[in-house]
């Protein structure tokens, strides 16, 4: 009997000496908290329908601060990997942990249909959790990506109508509360992350567990044809070999006041949140601009977030650690009167410059709106221009390629578009040489006088750091399409000589251009298969199948010239 306990010991010693090991392994600066855990598998959490969804609850081991609150984490990924690792590190820090797996995943009943059951499925979530004798004190939320969109889904909701269960703080990473507005990006289909996140699921759906590891670890080629197929509703036949309901809802949905995009979309009870959130997000990531909007939504009531922002993608593994440590730090001083490192609410990287800031808001206090004009002969400058235009083809059947830019890759870091910039259906203008540095700090917003031979066209805009070596890399960027189903009143009507204002909101960006560089602007009319290619018709992107060949033109002429506007900002 001794024998056997002293066994038992030594096996669960050895076994929170591993997880510790694999936590600093795969959460590279990250020191394993201190307490050692427990894990209880498989949780049945009853929904309001009867359904039975599984969670995982993560405890430390010892006495911990009864303030402390209990974590719910909810997710369609299942309960391992790389968001399990950072479960584990929570509870290692004190901190009750429950991980849930979404309906339809991972042993939840049910059926998954991405957003559309994660409000009702939170909320009896949380009532369960509430009612627990393991439960003591708040509830907080965390998770990344998906996790953070059923955060959203339940925040203001419960506050609203059962406010004894709201969460009591969120913890937002890289997220956003309307997955519509991202999968018709300004009116343009974000393929790449569409189906390839579709792809992915519908692999983990179906336990194709080989194919699914074999594409996360380089470029799936069943993906890649994929992405060329017409039309689009056949995306998914072409990635998986069969039907995804859910993709063909995003794909034949271009209208995002379509009551199936506003059914699941909780931009709008943004400010409604009273909890104090935790926002972490990149430069480089997928869900960006709206992270910040949402940020901004709060701070005009009143309650601005914690936010942070990092040189980081969607996936960098970067981005973990200091994650970890932020939120340990946001949820011991909210509710156990720990101290803060913090020094401002906003910490963010200026990329050029390499160096953090402490800001007291976002976008910082003293910016001020600097006007380029795109002129001929390719140049960039602060005089309006006299006349002329600029032409390029954009031939769909060979669309301009996506260069780099934000995606579900963890490799999603700035690169250089010289060889991009030397195709025939990308235009580009060069500012002069600067004598001092110019930090571009907020959303940059091109204003283009544009007229496209076709019904439909893409603008596609991007700003480049033009080297003294003559390498232009990406900063930031930016889509809107005109002339198709879902964008109509989008810009005002075209003049009587075809050309029109066309507005293209750009990536939010920190970014400093050092002296000795130049700022460089790309325009193109696609970005393939980051964005689906406009076929040029006008008809529904879905079903279009005929590919025209249009001739594109950027106006110079001086009433109403085209320019970007730079938010600018001095320390």
Known sequence: MGIAGAGIGGLSTLRQRLGRWIQAKTIKGLEPGPYDIEVRKNLRVPMDDGVILLADLITPIGDVDPRLPTVVIRGPYGRSGAVAGSARALAREGFRVLFQSCRGTWGSEGEFTPQIDEQRDGMATHRWVRAQPWHTGPVATYGPSYMGFTQWAVAAELERVDPDNAPDA????????????????????????????????DRMNHREFLPLLLGLRGPDSRLRTAFD??????????????????????????????????QQSHTASVPEVAAPTFMVTGWYDIFLPWQLHNYAQLAAVGRPPRLTVGPWAHQSRGMAAPT????VEFLKEQFADAPTTRVAPVRAFRTGADEWHDLATWPPEGVSTECLFLLPSSRLGPDKPAGGSTTYIYDPSDPTP????????????????????????????????????????????????????????????????????????????????????????????????????????????FHEFAAGHRIGIQISSGAHPRYARNPGSGEPAATATALHRAEQELSHESATPSCIELPTWSL
């Open 402 to 509: 996506a260069l780099g830019g934000p995606s579900l890759d963890p490799k999603s870091d700035p690169v250089d578009n010289t060889e991009h910039e030397r195709r025939a259906d990308v235009v580009v203008f060069r500012g002069d040489v600067l004598a001092e540095p110019l930090t571009v700090a907020g959303e940059p917003v091109a204003r283009i006088r544009f007229r496209s031979s076709q019904p439909s066209a893409d603008l596609f805009v991007r700003i480049c750091d033009v080297h003294p070596d003559g390498r232009a890399m990406t900063v930031c960027d930016g889509i809107r399409r005109i002339g198709s189903v879902g964008t109509k009143g989008t810009d005002p009507e075209a003049d009587s000589d075809g050309f029109r204002i066309v507005e293209v909101r750009l990536w939010p960006t």
């Open 229 to 262: 197929v017409l039309p689009l509703t056949a995306g998914d036949v072409a990635a998986n070999g069969r039907q995804v309901g859910w993709y063909q809802d995003w794909v034949t949905r271009e209208d995002l006041a379509d009551q199936y995009w506003t």
């Open 324 to 327: 970890i440590t932020g939120t």
């Open 170 to 201: 969120l913890c937002l990473l890289v997220t956003m509360p309307d997955f519509g507005a991202i999968t018709w990006d300004n009116g343009a289909f974000s393929m790449r992350n569409a189906l390839g996140w579709t792809q992915m699921m």
